[in-house]
């Protein structure tokens, strides 16, 4: 009774209600607060909630993690329900920028994002993989065939001739010691995207010009790529399942001479052999009378046909298609289970994953297995702690597919007609090689009995707190580690190696460990003054140390047990060349700061600095100083645009800035000394000397880059895009310029040379339908052309050093990087061509190819090289359109680049003037020149040319292409399964690589590299038998729980 | 932690912490030592090849000795040339970088043996500007370790300036060096394929005699300049030294268990095994379907047959064990193919065989007993004293060695120089030879009509192909530094 009148005194409303999301689910833990008091609650696990407010009509404010804040008015008890719209548009507007985030709205430097959302909705083993196509300036050259090997990537193209021109990668803030691609284009010790789970990433951002990139210093003038992985999202704990099993194989196969066209093409070169041989030997002789003119009764394959090609079924022979014999469909499968979540304390991501690939040639595969943990731990309102873990372990099976010399170079190369009794075990076991052909080992029995196991345990992981100082000031400190063990093994057994006789088992192994330690400290002070004045400052200090230990072992000498695959059953281990253990270690210790100011999200500017101490600079030059700036003016913010209602946005930017390229290797500025032993009396004598000249000034190229670009978005952001235009012009570039070996060298490592790329980057997205059938699509082009401006002393124009006869590439002023230097073909000689002076090649005759006398001096020699191309595409280019109507989803992704070329090794391997007879070669060859009156196509001469070969174009082709890199169908589970089963359900289907073009006819993949065509000092990586790219046809679903 | 930014090699020594004790030194005298190795490989593809020793065509696509062998002016760019040049160059700026280091730093080492490192270093040097001249004609002398930009303003030095520096380093060479080091001695045998004084003089006679051969008009190694007398003696000094011996035998000369023996003045010494100090020259001259033939698992070399000249074959007398013993007839191959052409097999013991087939054992005989005896005839034949009984008495020695019953007498020059290319072949003499008795262009051009059956070779050689061109590396690395050599601009 008492109580009544005091309950009375103080009247209040009830309030009752639920707060829902967007598909009416009941969200629980949102915070309820009348608006200006500290009255109020949270919602309950069904989103309900119940609040008593004194009888004054207010608001109240829903506010939760991830969601926009919405205020309600009341002015009585009432029943509500509250719908609240996912924060999308802030979470958008985020990007990361280097050493912390930036309203995109003040980005000023340019910066390529990749929402990744949708990688997981493809069968993508690989990071890089899934860039190829997605952003502009970002090129992505699929170099390898084999699963779980890197790609190369290269931002606004190449600004270094010999240095590394692979960007930073940069995960969840810890930098990751930067690789480059070697000659053969492998990654000798790891790429730094190896065995990363492409299903854990949330978003990557590239940063492309200085004015972004350059707070990375002496590491960013390739661009610096950030990758964030996924974070819990508050809400409800969500378990997400992803899976995809299907089926891949080679887009093509090379198209080689058959079995019956190889011995019509035998037939004519061993009868022109023998005419050749001496006189009054005519190509109408039996092998009867070959052996009378002989006086031999063996027969000798140079100059006698085997009888049995040319009987009927060829008795005792077989016909061998080795492509079809290795390649096979393969199956690739991958499972992933990730759990996510966040409450006001925690936040955590944790999943695992298994991805299986078999290749499309017998005997390729890869297996990884991944699992990664993201928590973050808020301990108090001031205090955070984090740990981010991903351990990995990877097989990858290759038994040495790609390469000159390796097993898909034989399976294009081996003559396709073998005896009977051996079929496809031709050299092998107690068979030899068929007289007439190719003296390698079965290459099928290579690729299915070889051992070529690549085993990479790889531990990334970051321990980091947050402090709040004061409000606005921020101290962050990080524990990097990155750690990879790997090890290689590889065996050839006897019975596939050496011949026959003579058969011995060989095998190697090889091994790395690489650790990467890198702490960073942050101080982050961010502060907005009346209202207008945006500011953010950063200092920092990094303190990086990379140590590579490496190892390897092989032996050649046989094994005592064919049993046992490891080197202690080899016969004999020795020799210091091939077998050792060797280790590395640099330090890099960086400053560094950077001020953000916006002006009323209209005048924007940034600036920021670096400087870069690193032991692989010489002792005169440890650090180095590297500056950017930017400004951006948001037109559209200004009032006077107000009016122009289809302009919804439009930012000008534009930026200078000075970056770094320390891709120099370990000291190399130091001249250390080589061991060259020699012998006295029987006995090894020790010898040392120096190996290379010493360089106390050696330090890092430098890139300074304006980029002038805008960001605009039309018709309420229907149309958004941005476009950039950049010069970057990279000095003091690390040349191994030839020096005079009067010096005891060739080549001394050297800060001279520059190049300039210079291009165009846009991108386009449209809406294009919106509603019950939506339609975008996205665009990105870019340009780039890069040129030399000077080289070494003098300017000399360098031809690069090639391992295959003369120079084909040659860096010279004015001209693209590595511009391809041939000599012409021009058709072939007809007998008037000869009889009017035509020039020759040595002592070509009639039915010999046509080359260019570029220089004429009425001959062919190399000085009638001419530059006919250069490496790097002109364009490249993706468009991804994208529909949806009800729950079906279509994506279609074209990618292609223009304006390249390539000059393929491979290409001559298969297609060179003077092949001998028992190799196969390219179908081109079928309408070869027979006789004046059979000229066949006019491009490829007679089968037997003895004047050798020169450097020209035949081997030159286009690497133009496109390519439909990616069609997915998915369907909506959700509409049919209930919610208490899944919250979410997909099933799709997806088409890798099924359909598109190139114009390169001289090898399987256009921008294969696997086998190094210059030499040290220039490691030109070309291509000499890398395998096609696999399409796929993949069936997935994902499943959230 | 700015400390952390000094790092140096771990895997290697760096030229800082080197030179600092006598074992420094003196593996920085060994490591002058070992650009020999590429020598026996080099005089194989640029002097045997070149000459009349060799009918070189390629059957099997277009191999780099082929233009060295069919005069072919396209030389440029040969990595054989190339090699000869940088090979040479690099052995020459280990020597000055010794030197250099013994002068400023040397005081580690002991007198005796500063007195031995200098003359071995020098009589490197020599031998490295020798090999130069002979090949190229003008070099640039460089005489201390100069780096890049030093050496960028040396140009091609006048021929009779290199063979100053020549001549008086192997001067210092003979007075530092003891006399030989014949290995009987315990502590003598780390010393055994060392230079030495007799080394020194048989050099320095052979550069006077290769220096007194014509000039052909060119800028090459003959100076015309009459100096048979300042080789005789020199000759003489070594057959007399006692020191070494005309041995009973030929084949046991060449012998794997008979190395270092008595007919040895210098040689370069390798080792099998498999550490990388074995050779590749005894297998160069035979295809990789020999060694399959034989079951020899060597992985493939790419080498290809370059037949012995029938010329050379037909020049035996018959019976005469050396061209059994420097040559064979063919093989067959495993699938019963008959070579049928003859192949060098003067430095092969398949049975002695290393690892692989750059790792035999067998040492590389550069100048031995019976090449200064017939030197020493080829001064008495040019008026340098002695008499034509020494000259018969020379040849018909090493004739009946060879199991060559049929005395000569009245040896005349080409007789003579007709007795080394048999004794000698395969020794890398043969072009060398005939360059110092101006024979080269008459004997060239009158053996490839003869030869070159399948029309494979130049009809036309001149006197510009006696020396190879300046490599176009070096030319394009200063340009405008270095003039070419006439007939290959």
Redesign the interface.
């Known amino acids: 009774l008492q109580a009544r009148p005091f309950a009375k005194a103080v009247a209040e409303w009830q309030l009752t209600g639920r707060v829902v999301s967007a598909n009416n689910e009941g969200l629980p833990g949102v915070t309820v607060v009348v608006k200006g008091t500290t009255n109020g609650t949270t919602t309950g696990a069904d989103g309900g909630f119940t609040l008593s407010v004194p009888e004054t009509a207010g608001s109240l404010v829903f506010s939760y993690i991830g969601y926009q804040t919405q205020e309600r008015k009341f002015s009585g008890a009432e029943t509500l329900t509250i719908k609240l719209v996912e924060d999308t548009k802030a979470l958008d507007e985020v990007v990361v920028v280097g050493y912390g985030t930036q309203k995109k709205g003040d980005v000023t430097g340019a910066i390529a994002s990749f929402n990744a959302e949708k990688l997981q909705e493809r069968p993508l083993a690989r990071v890089d993989q899934a860039l190829v196509g997605q952003l502009a300036g970002v090129q992505v050259k699929q170099t390898t065939g084999v699963p779980g090997r890197g790609f190369s990537v290269q931002v606004r193209g190449a600004g270094s001739i010999t240095a590394n021109n692979e960007p930073l990668y940069v995960i969840d803030g810890f930098p990751l010691e930067a690789a480059a691609q070697n000659a053969s284009g492998r990654f000798g010790s790891g790429s730094p995207l190896d065995n990363i789970n492409p299903n854990d990433i949330e978003n990557i951002e590239v940063l492309k010009d200085a004015a972004a990139a350059a707070i990375y210093g002496s590491r960013a003038a390739n661009g610096v790529v950030l990758i964030t992985t996924k974070r819990g999202k508050s809400g409800k704990p969500k378990i997400n399942l992803n899976t995809y099993a299907g089926f891949t194989q080679a887009v093509r196969k090379l198209d080689m001479l058959n079995a019956d066209e190889w011995i019509d093409r035998s037939v004519e070169i061993i009868n022109a052999n023998w005419v050749n041989s001496g006189p009054g030997r005519l190509a109408t002789q039996t092998t009867t009378e070959r052996q009378a003119a002989l006086k031999v009764t063996t027969i000798d394959p140079k100059y006698m046909i085997d009888d049995r090609w040319l009987q009927p079924g060829h008795p005792g022979l077989d016909f061998v298609d080795w492509q079809k014999e290795a390649f096979r469909t393969g199956f690739t499968q991958d499972v992933q289970l990730a759990a996510s979540g966040a409450s006001d304390f925690v936040n955590y991501y944790v999943s695992g994953d298994y991805l299986k690939q078999d290749g499309m040639v017998i005997g390729l595969g890869y297996k990884r297995y991944s699992a990664r943990a993201n928590v973050e731990v808020k301990a108090s309102d001031k205090f955070k702690f984090g740990l981010n873990i991903s351990p990995s372990y990877s097989i990858t099976n290759d038994p040495g597919v790609e390469g000159k010399d390796n097993l898909l170079h034989l399976v294009v190369t081996s003559s396709p007609v073998v005896e009977s009794t051996a079929g496809l075990n031709t050299n092998t076991g107690n068979f030899t090689y068929y007289n007439w052909g190719t003296t390698r080992n079965s290459p099928l029995r290579l690729l299915q009995n070889s051992i070529g196991d690549t085993r990479t345990f790889r531990t990334l992981g970051t321990i980091y707190g947050e402090f709040q100082i004061v409000k606005g000031l921020a101290l962050r400190s990080t524990a990097n580690i990155d750690n990879t063990d790997a090890e290689s093994k590889s065996y050839t057994p006897a019975f596939v190696n050496g011949s026959l006789g003579s058969r011995q088992a060989a095998g190697s192994y090889s091994g790395f460990r690489k650790q990467t330690f890198v702490n960073e400290n942050t101080l982050t002070y961010s502060k907005t003054l009346g209202g207008k004045h945006d500011i953010t400052g950063l200092a920092g200090y990094s303190y990086n140390f990379t140590k590579l230990y490496a190892q390897a072992l092989s032996a050649t000498g046989g094994f005592v047990n064919q049993a046992v695959t490891t080197l202690n059953a080899a016969t004999n281990i020795s020799g210091t060349g091939s077998n050792y253990t060797t280790e590395t270690q640099s330090a890099l210790i960086s400053y560094f700061g950077r001020v953000q100011y916006a002006y009323a999200g209209k005048y924007l500017l940034s600036a920021s600095i670096r400087r870069d101490g690193s032991s692989r600079f010489g002792e005169n030059t440890k650090f180095g100083v590297f500056p950017a700036a930017s400004l951006g003016w948001r037109i559209s913010q200004e009032s006077f645009m107000q009016g122009i209602t289809p302009i919804s946005d439009l930012k000008l930017r534009a930026s200078l800035g000075y970056s770094g390229n320390n891709g120099i290797g370990d000291y190399s500025s130091i001249a250390t000394l080589g061991i060259y032993n020699y012998t006295f009396g029987g006995a090894q004598a020790s010898g040392q000397a120096p190996n290379r000249v010493n360089n106390p000034d050696l330090k890092w190229e430098r890139s300074r880059t304006y980029d002038v670009g805008f960001d605009f978005g039309v018709l309420k952001n229907r149309l958004t895009g941005s476009f950039d235009y950049y010069t970057k012009t990279s000095k003091d570039l690390l040349l191994n310029i030839p020096v005079l070996s009067a010096a005891g060298f060739s080549t001394q490592l050297t800060n001279i040379g520059e190049v300039v790329n210079r291009g165009l980057e846009l991108e386009l997205t449209s809406h294009n339908l919106v509603g019950a059938f939506q339609w975008n699509t996205s665009v990105n082009v870019s340009h780039n052309s890069n040129k030399v401006v000077h080289l070494g002393v003098g300017d000399a124009p360098i031809e690069i050093v090639s391992a295959y006869d003369i120079p084909n590439n040659i860096l010279k002023v004015g001209q693209p990087l590595y511009s391809i230097y041939v000599v012409k073909q021009n058709g072939i000689l007809s007998q008037s061509d000869i009889d009017g002076g035509a020039a020759l090649y040595g002592s070509e005759t009639v039915g010999d190819p046509k080359y260019v006398d570029a220089n004429g001096d009425g001959k062919i020699d190399p000085n009638d090289r001419q530059i006919v191309g250069h490496p790097n595409p002109n364009y490249i280019w993706g468009v991804t359109n994208s529909f949806r109507y009800k729950g079906f989803d279509l994506s279609v992704l074209v990618q292609g680049q223009n304006g390249g070329s390539i000059y393929s090794l491979f290409g001559r391997a298969v297609d060179r003037t003077g092949t001998g007879q028992v190799d196969n070669v390219l179908g081109l060859y079928r309408d070869r020149w027979r006789s004046p009156e059979d000229p066949g196509a006019g491009q490829r001469g007679k089968a037997y040319s003895t004047f050798g070969r020169i450097k020209n174009t035949d081997w030159l082709y286009s690497s133009d292409y496109y390519r439909v890199r990616n069609i997915t169908l998915g369907y909506d589970l959700g509409l049919i399964i209930k919610k208490s089963i899944a919250q979410g359900a997909r099933v799709y289907v997806t088409a890798e690589n099924f359909f598109g073009h190139d114009k390169y006819t001289g090898g399987f993949n256009p921008e294969a590299v696997n086998t190094g065509g210059g030499d040290n000092n220039f490691p030109v990586g070309v291509d000499y038998g890398g395998l096609p790219l696999a399409k796929s046809l993949i069936l997935g679903l994902n499943f959230t729980f | 932690?700015?400390k952390?930014?000094?790092?140096?090699?771990?895997?290697?020594?760096?030229?800082?912490t080197?030179y600092q004790t006598q074992a420094?030194f003196?593996?920085?005298?060994?490591?002058?030592?070992?650009?020999?190795?590429a020598y026996p490989t080099r005089a194989l593809n640029l002097s045997e090849t070149r000459s009349d020793n060799i009918y070189g065509v390629d059957?099997?696509?277009?191999r780099d000795w082929?233009p060295v062998n069919n005069f072919?002016t396209?030389l440029v760019?040969n990595p054989y040339v190339a090699e000869a040049?940088?090979g040479n160059?690099?052995g020459?700026?280990?020597v000055?970088?010794l030197l250099d280091q013994l002068a400023n730093n040397g005081g580690v080492v002991a007198d005796a043996a500063r007195t031995r490192y200098e003359g071995e270093a020098k009589f490197l040097r020599a031998f490295y500007y020798f090999d130069l001249v002979r090949f190229f004609g003008k070099?640039?002398l460089?005489d201390k370790?100069?780096?890049?930009a030093?050496?960028?303003k040396?140009p091609r030095t006048p021929v009779a300036d290199v063979y100053n520096l020549i001549i008086s380093d192997l001067q210092t060479a003979i007075a530092n060096l003891p006399a030989s080091?014949d290995?009987s001695v315990t502590a003598?045998?780390?010393?055994?394929?060392?230079a030495t004084s007799n080394a020194a003089k048989s050099l320095l006679a052979l550069v006077y005699l290769t220096r007194s051969g014509p000039t052909y008009g060119i800028e090459g190694p003959g100076l015309a300049t009459n100096e048979y007398t300042k080789a005789l003696p020199l000759l003489n000094e070594v057959l007399n030294s006692g020191k070494y011996s005309f041995l009973a035998s030929y084949p046991d000369i060449f012998s794997y268990t008979n190395?270092?023996n008595k007919e040895v003045i210098f040689d370069i010494?390798?080792?099998s095994?498999?550490?990388?100090?074995g050779s590749d020259f005894p297998g160069l001259l035979v295809p990789d379907a020999y060694f399959?033939a034989l079951?020899?698992?060597f992985?493939s070399g790419g080498l290809e047959i370059r037949p012995i000249a029938n010329d050379l074959l037909n020049s035996y007398p018959a019976g005469d064990v050396r061209k059994t013993f420097n040559f064979a007839q063919g093989y067959?191959s495993?699938?019963?193919?008959?070579e049928t052409r003859w192949l060098m097999k003067k430095y092969l013991n398949e049975s002695a065989r290393g690892?692989?087939r750059t790792d035999w054992g067998i040492n590389w005989i550069v100048l031995r007993y019976t090449d200064v005896l017939l030197m020493k005839a080829e001064c008495i034949l040019h008026g340098a004293g002695g008499s034509q009984a020494e000259v018969d008495d020379a040849v018909n020695r090493v004739r009946t060695r060879a199991g060559v019953t049929t005395k000569l007498t009245g040896v005349t020059l080409p007789q003579l120089m007709e007795e080394r290319r048999r004794e000698l072949a395969g020794e890398g003499s043969r072009w060398h030879d005939l360059v110092r008795e101006g024979l080269v262009l008459t004997t060239i051009n009158a053996w490839i009509p003869k030869e070159d059956?399948?029309?494979?070779m130049s009809r036309n050689v001149d006197a510009n192909q006696i020396i190879y061109p300046v490599p176009q590396?070096?030319r394009?690395?200063?340009?405008g530094?270095y003039d070419q050599n006439l007939g290959y601009q």
């Open positions: 932690c700015e952390d930014l000094d790092q140096t090699p771990l895997s290697s020594g760096s030229t800082p080197f420094d003196d593996q920085a005298l060994s490591a002058a030592y070992a650009p020999l190795v059957d099997l696509g277009v082929a072919s396209a760019n040049w940088s160059y690099n020459i700026f280990r000055n970088t070099v640039p460089i370790a100069l780096v890049p030093e050496v960028a040396v080091y290995g003598d045998k780390p010393n055994v394929g060392r190395e270092n010494q390798f080792l095994g498999g550490a990388g100090l399959t079951k020899i698992p992985a067959t495993t699938t019963g193919f008959k690892t692989t059956t399948r029309n494979r590396a070096e394009s690395a200063a340009p530094l």
